[in-house]
């Protein structure tokens, strides 16, 4: 049962075009959601987060987008910039039966690779 | 600060043997998790800690155990070692939801392959 899909394994693009990166849940618990950023052979990196009262969410470059009757939510990088170029992955937070603890449940990741 | 570091960065094991991974973070956070990487797969919750001497069950436990004796260290243990258990291990460590500070961070993984 993936509660969280990113539906594209890998996407390419244009340097200074936009990147516009995908994910899918199903569980109405969830009520946060985070984007992390994954170069080969390190962990993953916080990146932008939004929290599931708001639809969009701006820093920098990176905007995140929320619909929440659709249950998805979108990554815009703009311009894309070839140090993009990682495995992005989409999580969804829930608290777990443990008062502030919480679960990250996550995507499959969507590997971005920008082109000169 | 080194955040979050785990030690070791790679292993061997032969099927059948044991080994502990550990985990250290210096950004004083209560809670600590452990995840697991496949190919084609996200990351997958193992255990998780709240605090010093206490732990739960994640998504996929089964085949591990965890110990949190000090409110820094955060240990994996693989009692009996099998392939299925070829992953990448990844440990984080976060504040309380509560604070309202969601965002957990990230070791730089351990590569565990079990023959």
Known sequence: DQQVKQNSPSLSVQEGRISILNCDYTNSMFDYFLW?????????TFLISIS???????????????????????????????????????AASRESTIQGAQKLVFGQGTRLTINP | NAGVTQTPKFRVLKTGQSMTLLCAQDMNHEYMYWYRQDPGMGLRLIHYSVGEGTTAKGEVPDGYNVSRLKKQNFLLGLESAAPSQTSVYFCASSYSRDRGDYEQYFGPGTRLTVT
């Open chain 1, 36 to 44: 992390y950023k994954k170069y080969p052979a390190e962990g993953p």
């Open chain 1, 52 to 90: 599931s009262i708001k639809d969009k969410n701006e820093d920098g470059r990176f905007t995140v987008f929320l619909n929440k009757s659709a249950k998805h939510l979108s990554l815009h990088i703009v311009p894309s910039q070839p140090g993009d170029s990682a495995v992005y992955f989409c």
